[in-house]
């Protein structure tokens, strides 16, 4: 019971953060995706082939061989190129597919099996929790850049600044 409960809530809050970074994305000009605020920050393009890279290192084989696979190149994902907006969400949907169908098979006997990141033990769940908080993180830098980019044409993915209080009555709070 916990099982199914877990990976439901899991799953949920996954699909919630790839729904935020898509709307955020949406937003952004093609010609911005790999825009950085400076050499030393990230762009939206960076963050997603890492995001990407991290899933399908993670994911891929999850029972069978470390994480941190010997064929990623995490180097190389934060090397700056520019991207299309079509192999932009190629690479983030390739990323989110890889998760989700490792995701889609776990059963509640999977459990109480051990994986390994960096040759580190975890738990299945503490596999989770580790890379749901990690995406979550690089999600919420894409949103902000996102913001910068669009400046006062930002679309806010949330409540707006001054409307807690309407949304509150709408709420019935």
């Known amino acids: 019971m916990f099982e199914e409960e877990y990976l439901r809530t899991a799953k949920k809050e996954f699909n919630r953060y790839k729904s935020l970074g898509e709307k955020a994305i949406n937003q952004v000009p093609d010609e911005k995706i790999d825009w950085q605020y400076n050499a030393e920050t990230n762009s939206i393009s960076i963050i997603v082939r890492h995001i990407s890279g991290n899933m399908l290192s993670r994911f891929t084989d999850f029972f069978t061989s470390d994480g941190e696979k010997t064929w990623r190149n995490r180097d190389a994902e934060f090397e700056n190129e520019n991207m299309t907006r079509e192999s932009l969400m190629d690479c983030w949907n390739k990323g989110w597919d890889c998760l989700f ?28 929790n580790r890379q749901l908080t990690h995406y979550a993180y ?31 009555i709408k709420k019935g709070l």
């Open 101 to 128: 169908n490792l995701l889609n098979r776990l059963t509640a006997k999977d459990f109480s099996r051990t994986v390994f990141i960096r040759n580190e033990e975890h738990t299945v769940v503490e596999a989770i």
């Open 138 to 168: 690089h999600v919420g830098q894409i949103i902000h850049i996102a913001k910068m980019i669009c400046d006062n044409n930002w679309k806010t993915l949330s409540i707006a600044r001054g409307a807690s209080g309407e949304f509150n």
